[in-house]
């Protein structure tokens, strides 16, 4: 029931098909698409063209995780180019509710994202039209950040949020996540973890087996959380 999504934001880019497949044969479950536009984020990435590239070479779920503004304007293409699940911060949404029906309208699965210092009551009046919640346990940029501590508060909150609703939503945590804290961030409620440097930082550039371990390692944390 846990799901270990890789951020192929710290993928080697000249080689990124290999490393989606890779990934997913050592274990992932799904990969998470890091967009960020240079204005929402201080940073530039990857866009449509590059999700339909990596799109037939996987049956995972593709995360596409939103870091611009506006996000309408990008949404259906997304979809079209295989993504499966769409989520957005509400800062960067004029009309939260609007772009959440849009998403699903899409036909993917619609996520609200929740940097450090934004409050959890965005949540209020959307939930029945939410299929994930991602907590932010770094602020939205890089790869590579120190994991935020207070996150694990928010988790809380928000699994409490979910059981409340009686919904099935995910709780998915991005920023950060390594082997010595995924534990600790399970036991807070968490389900979806997404990992960057920690996962596509191990192992030798040239071996296909390079992720084994560390997938496996962070599998073996989960383990350890009881339920
Ligand atoms: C940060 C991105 C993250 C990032 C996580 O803005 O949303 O998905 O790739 O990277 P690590 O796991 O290295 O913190
Ligand atoms: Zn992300």
Known sequence: MYKIAPSILSANFAKLGEEVINVIASGADIIH????????????????????????????????????????RIIPDFAKAG?????????????IDRTLSLIKENGCKAGLVFNPGT???????????????????????????????????????????????????????????NTSNIAEIAAAGCDTFVAGSAVYGAGKDTDPHRYDSIIAALRAELAKVSK
């Open 83 to 95: 993504a499966n699940i769409i989520s957005f911060h509400p800062e960067a949404s004029e009309h």
């Open 33 to 72: 698409f890091d967009v960020m536009d240079n204005h929402y984020v201080p940073n530039l990435t990857i866009g449509p063209l590059v999700c339909s590239a990596i799109r037939p070479l996987t049956q995972a779920e593709i995360d596409v995780h939103l870091m611009v503004k506006p996000v309408d």
């Open 119 to 177: 409050p959890l009551s965005y949540l209020d009046h959307v939930m029945d039209k939410i299929d994930l919640i991602l907590i932010m346990s770094v602020n939205p940029g890089f790869g590579g950040q120190k994991f935020i501590p207070d996150a694990l508060n928010k988790l809380r909150t928000a699994r409490q949020k979910i059981n409340e609703s009686g919904r099935d939503i995910m709780l998915e945590i991005d920023g950060g996540v």
